[in-house]
């Protein structure tokens, strides 16, 4: 079963993809992009408290005008866990990490984006029927043009509020969930030309088992460029994610 989702998903995302291509390169203000973002996402759990995880993906845009590799290896720490053995419990976590975004713009010059972070995950509330997740984020943006060597540094914080919504047996059959969730991004120092505003996405997850996540997302992203005043353009991103415990 979890070998057909994932064919039909992947499939779904590159016919998708195609017709993306067909748009040309849309220049004007309000203008819509398409992007696809292949994610691999690990995560070992060092201790009942601990976790180490990250992400290693693909990313591009249609009409195809750059390519972005992304590695971002990231820790977890549960500071307040009621119940070691439910993650259910595990209400309020402290994450950092570092992401390296390294993008090829065959149009321009490439970049070298080192961002350290550090974020506080709350789930509030906890009830035993709804949750909703919490996720406060700074974010630290060093952005090297390696064409012309020349860095530039900001600071922005992201908030995020959502949930994986199960409904076993009654809307989606066993093992299937909707992920739901929305982020917003505020500046804190002017930098990094290209800066999402908001961004909205909801999703069709599947568990074939303990071990592994499918996901795929259907988000819209709304992004500000900061040399342009009030220049905004939307984004439409599909999104694969797979997921895996070690």
């Keep these: 079963m979890s070998r057909k989702v994932l064919i039909i998903i992947i499939l779904f995302s590159l016919s998708m993809g195609v017709n993306a291509q067909n748009t040309g390169y849309p220049r004007a203000d309000g203008a819509t992009n398409f992007q696809i973002w292949l994610d691999y996402n690990p995560r070992y759990m060092i201790n009942e408290v601990a976790t180490i995880y990250g992400d290693l993906g693909a990313r591009t845009i249609f009409p195809n005008v750059w390519y972005r590799v992304v590695a971002r290896p990231s820790f977890r720490y549960d500071i307040t866990s009621f119940n070691k053995k439910s993650e259910r419990f595990r209400t309020w976590q402290l994450h950092g990490g570092v992401g390296f975004f390294y993008t090829r713009n065959l149009d ?29 984020r700074l974010e630290e943006r060093i952005e090297m043009d390696l064409n012309n060597k020349h860095n530039e540094f900001s600071m922005r914080a992201r908030y995020m509020v959502g949930n994986d919504f199960y409904f076993p047996g009654k809307f989606l059959p066993k093992g299937f969930f909707l992920p739901l969730y929305v982020e917003f991004f505020f500046n804190l120092t002017q930098g990094a030309q290209f800066n999402d505003v908001i961004r909205l996405t909801p999703g069709l997850g599947y568990t074939p088992g303990k071990d592994w996540i499918f996901q795929f997302d259907l988000s819209y992203h709304q992004t500000r460029d900061a040399v342009l005043d009030g220049f905004k353009t939307n984004d439409i991103v599909l999104r694969l994610r797979i997921f895996q415990k070690f």
């Design 108 to 136: 321009g010059r490439d970049v070298l984006e080192v961002r350290p972070f550090q974020g506080l995950r709350a789930r509030i509330p906890n009830w035993d029927r709804f949750q909703l997740f919490h996720y406060i």
